[in-house]
């Protein structure tokens, strides 16, 4: 088997600040060329930081960051001045949860996809103009030579979204990193903007990685999925076997906690507590506290990520087959 | 574009009618005859009334202004009580004076203070910014008129570098554009400066930090932007305030330099008006503040259409 696209091996991110937050504890996974890996967790639980770290975008001097990321060959964590600039939008590209945000007020969507052709490929700014229009065609933006001269606040926010995917593909990087692209978006424009992704990941054979806190969007993009919680990863598996047999008990807690099926009038179910603060890294098991199975032991030790066939890992002891067995 | 800045300048007419009133009325509720200045203590009552008459001080005040304004709009400010000459030519001469002074002042102003306030919002909380934002205190509070004296004793007096009044050797010669006349300017620009400098730098290190925490830097830099590139956008990002920052700068130096230009002799606006003002010259005072608040009004208009085509959302809204 080739080089994996992405290799993360026992990352960890460190912010200090007023106090210490521990974002990321110990983060493993790989990604092979054309897979897309969903990134599933809630807020605070460390998937947008591992998104950024791909890019290095994390504010440098507050930030530590341990373990190892490779992407196509490369170590990022080494990476400096145009190497990394040439990495970013080069070979890995973002797209961002707000493009209203993301985008830059005062220049055209034309002139901000073409600056990051010229940037790379070092084209003249009439072939950056023109590569921008072909890729507003192919996010399928209506009428793409006017959007072309249009700022970022004269569009939807669909449309802005698209704008934003057309700049992300812009140089054909191999790696696509989407932070919850869809969740400020209406939920009609929502499937819209999946399903374009998807179309878009196939044509260009992009490796991607898409984070969100929706369990619907994970499933409807992903080959794999990753559960984080706490800056852990508890359990990986592919769609169809985590949906079906979720084995941690978060990953239960949350398949549980959705509408479908919900009788009317009764409560719905939720995983009880919070999540922990994150201000030291964890020594036992994160979700302990909130557990409700959790048996002598969970509090004292780490449980160790359990490898139940390929690519279906869990971080439990009561995942693991019996001694013996 | 061009109906909007038409449409500006339509809305510039009533501030300019109401501009009018106003230094019209100043003049006037101002305390003092303006006769006092040009005859003599005891001069008899007729004599008052047939100067009174001749100056059209006898008239109400709707007539007199209706006449001003008249006459202003054919370009006839009237003749200046203390000299006898046309306003409008002496203004001329101090107007250009001035312009030149306030341009230069203001250009050095805002060079200066946008690379304070570029390296302080950049590397915001280090001795640079602190040395920066020292700096640019300074210049807004320090009274740029002790200042003026203060370069004037170490650059005249001590090390006998630069003049330290007037606008020309043998005072107010017409201005030439040769080292000597040029030399005559250094000291008032670089005093004037000061104050944009300070005001500048303060706001544009406020942009520069605020566009640097803003989520499309991020975005930038994902792109692939090298740090020249994200600084470009940072740049058109803060244009458009910091420009209308110095413009509105470049109108109070026009009209607020009374006290620098009486320091070095300069035979501006500011020091027309001074004098204007001490000799009770009414069509001198009236026709100065006039033109000096249309430059104002003017300025403003310039720096509404500039902004709105640096920036795309102004437009709209």
């Known amino acids: 088997m080739s080089v994996p696209l992405v290799e993360l091996d026992n990352l960890t991110v460190r912010f200090h600040g007023e106090r210490t937050v521990h974002a990321v504890n110990g983060v493993s996974f790989t990604l092979k060329a054309g897979e897309t890996l969903g990134i599933l967790g809630e807020s605070g639980s460390g998937k947008s930081v591992t998104l950024k770290t791909l ?243 969970c509090d004292i030790n780490r449980p160790p990520s359990v490898a139940l066939g390929e690519a279906r890992q869990v971080r439990c002891v009561l995942a693991a087959p019996a001694p013996g067995a | 574009m061009l109906t909007y800045i038409a449409k500006r300048l339509l809305h510039t007419l009533p501030v300019a009618f109401g501009v009018s009133i106003v230094c019209f009325l100043l003049v006037h509720i101002a305390p003092g005859d303006p006769l006092t200045s040009v005859l003599p203590p005891d001069a008899s009552a007729q004599l008052q009334a047939e100067m009174r008459k001749i100056y059209g001080f006898d008239r109400p005040l709707p007539v007199q202004y209706g006449l001003w304004v008249l006459k202003t709009l054919q370009g006839d400010l009237g003749v200046s009580i203390a000299t006898g000459r046309p306003v409008a030519s002496e203004l001329s001469r101090a107007l250009g004076n001035t312009l030149m002074l306030a341009v230069l002042a203001t250009l050095i102003g805002f060079i200066l203070g946008s690379m304070f306030g570029f390296v302080a919002g950049y590397f915001r909380g280090s001795w640079l910014d602190k040395l920066a934002s020292f700096v640019s205190i300074i210049g807004v509070s320090v009274p740029h008129y002790w200042l003026g004296m203060v370069l004037v004793i170490i650059f005249s007096v001590q090390l006998n570098w630069l003049p330290a009044t007037g606008a020309g050797p043998g005072g107010s010669a017409d201005w030439v554009w040769d080292w000597v006349h040029i030399k005559h300017l250094i000291l008032p620009a670089v005093t004037m400066s000061v104050i944009p400098m300070g005001i500048v730098a303060r706001t544009v290190r406020a942009l520069v930090a605020d566009i640097l925490s803003q989520e499309f830097i991020v975005g930038q830099r994902a792109k692939g932007l090298l740090d020249l590139g994200v600084f470009r956008h940072v740049v058109k990002n803060a244009a458009p305030t910091a420009l209308a920052v110095m413009g509105l700068q470049l109108g109070y130096l026009l009209g607020g330099s009374i006290l620098i230009e009486t320091v070095f002799s300069w035979p501006g606006t500011g020091f027309l008006l001074g004098q204007a003002i001490f000799q009770r010259d009414l069509p001198l005072l009236q026709g100065t503040i006039l033109v000096l608040a249309m430059f104002f009004v003017a300025l403003n208009l310039i720096v509404d259409v500039v902004q709105t085509m640096l920036d795309p959302r102004v437009q709209r809204s």
């Open chain 1, 55 to 297: 890019l290095r975008l994390l504010p440098e001097n507050r930030t530590e960051i341990g373990g190892g990321v490779r992407v196509d060959g490369a170590d990022i964590l080494k990476l400096e001045g145009r190497a990394l600039a040439d990495h970013r939008g080069g070979t890995a590209s973002m797209i961002f949860q707000d493009p209203m945000l993301a985008l830059d007020p005062v220049y055209t969507i034309g002139e901000q996809i073409a600056e990051a052709v010229i940037r790379h490929e070092g084209v003249s700014s009439a072939e950056g103009m023109a590569r921008a229009l072909d890729m507003l065609t192919r996010v399928r933006i209506p009428s793409p030579e006017r959007r072309l001269k249009a700022y970022p606040h004269e569009m939807s926010g669909g449309m802005r979204q698209r704008a934003m995917i057309a700049l992300a593909l812009a140089c054909r990087p191999k790696l696509l990193l989407a932070d919850e692209p869809t969740t400020a978006l209406d939920a009609t424009v929502q499937i819209q903007i999946l399903l374009l992704l998807r179309d878009l990941q196939r044509e260009f054979g992009m490796g991607m990685i898409f984070v969100t806190h929706d369990i619907g969007v994970a499933v409807e993009v992903s080959d794999r999925v990753a559960v984080m919680y706490a800056g852990e990863i508890v359990e990986t598996g592919s769609v169809r076997d985590l949906i079906r047999d979720p084995r941690h008990p978060y990953t239960k807690g949350l398949l549980a906690a959705n509408l479908h099926g919900a009788v009317k009038g009764a409560r719905l179910h939720a995983i009880p507590g919070a999540p922990p603060a994150l201000a030291e890294a964890p020594k036992a098991c994160s979700f302990a506290p909130r557990c409700p199975v959790k048996v002598s032991g």
